[in-house]
């Protein structure tokens, strides 16, 4: 029997996870007696949802330096979502998958993917202690607005061996950990916005049902072992990092806060083939399934532009690296 208020909240609601008598002490931000689980191991106990349909990211355009710029960004509405069962118990982790475009020349989809999770979420309370492991992944896409330009050397990649990171399998994968702490890949999400930081008015929403923070620092990309792939992979970086802000700056810390909308019910079939609807949905002309976010700007609401004049050099230098290597 449900017992929230709200006629909009969905019944079925349980709560008393963890149970009484167990080893974590209720509620609790310390996880650790919880086992870190596969993402997409046991998303058959999914029953409840949290989405996010405000997701603001917030992270520096220019890390160490004397006047690092914070940049604010919302992400497409229901680009995360949190589930657990009806006692509260978390399972799984919806995270973003975002497109960019270089140039109008080359497209890229960046994801980051949770590879591990454990945690629990109180509707009454509105709380939340969620655990996570997570790897950003980048890797190109074939799309009808592709420029000429790398359409006539597409095959060259497609078909070479090693793999250039042309799908997700062989995509480009950059570390992430608790911030400060590059021994430590398990970071938390908890209830609430960040205090690290002030947000603008325009990257906050009274209206949400909860709220909850994460902050990851961002690592290295991962070699591959082959030089060919991991030298071309670091141009990627590059260019990645010139037309977001450095984003995904090796050392920046990447921070967002989670706007909740109320609890849903959750459909198993639409969870295990969400990253992949979402793929193919972006895909022309990153255009987001459920609408599209915001484009990246200041404390002062100035838009965030990136060096047209570098893009164009680091994109020139993309198609430049394949046709002296492969042809």
Not at 2 to 7: I, K, L, Y
Not at 181 to 189: A, G, H, L, R, S
Not at 258 to 266: H, K
Request: charge should be negative.
């Amino acid at each position: 029997m449900s017992n929230n208020q709200d006629s909009c909240i969905p019944d079925g609601w349980i709560g008393g996870f963890p149970p009484s008598g167990s080893a974590m002490l209720y509620p609790t931000r310390d996880l650790s007696s919880l086992p870190m689980l596969g993402n997409m191991d046991n998303i058959n106990f999914l029953q409840r949802q949290l989405g996010v349909k405000w997701p603001e990211f917030s992270w520096e355009t220019r890390k160490g330096e004397p006047n690092p710029e914070r940049c604010y960004q919302q992400f497409a509405p229901y680009i995360s979502r949190i589930g657990y069962t009806d006692e509260g118990r978390v399972y799984s982790v919806i995270c973003p998958q975002q497109g960019t475009w270089l140039k109008n020349e080359i497209c890229l989809n960046v994801e980051i993917t949770v590879t591990g999770q454990r945690g629990w979420v109180n509707e009454t309370t509105k709380e939340l202690a969620v655990d996570m492991t997570v790897e950003g992944k980048i890797w190109f896409t074939p799309n009808q607005h592709q420029g000429d330009k790398l359409k006539a050397i597409w095959p060259l990649m497609q078909y070479s061996l090693p793999r250039f990171p042309l799908n997700k399998e062989n995509a480009i994968r950059v570390e992430t950990y608790l911030p400060g702490n590059p021994d430590q890949p398990v970071f938390p999400v908890s209830t609430g916005t960040s205090t690290e930081f002030e947000s603008p008015d325009f990257a906050q929403h009274s209206q949400a049902f909860s709220t909850g923070n994460i902050a990851v620092e961002i690592g290295n990309y991962k070699l591959t072992n082959d030089k060919l792939v991991d030298d071309f992979n670091g141009i990627i970086m590059k260019a990645f990092n010139l037309a977001s802000g450095n984003m995904l700056q090796q050392g920046n810390v990447l921070a967002w806060n989670l706007w909740f909308t109320d609890p849903a019910l959750v459909s198993i079939a639409e969870w295990k083939n969400h990253a992949e609807f979402w793929r193919n949905s972006i895909d022309v002309h990153h255009c987001s399934p459920t609408g599209d976010g915001t484009s990246p700007r200041y404390f002062d609401g100035t838009y965030f532009n990136a060096d047209e004049n570098a893009i164009d050099e680091v994109v020139q230098e993309i198609i430049s690296y394949i046709k002296s290597h492969l042809l």
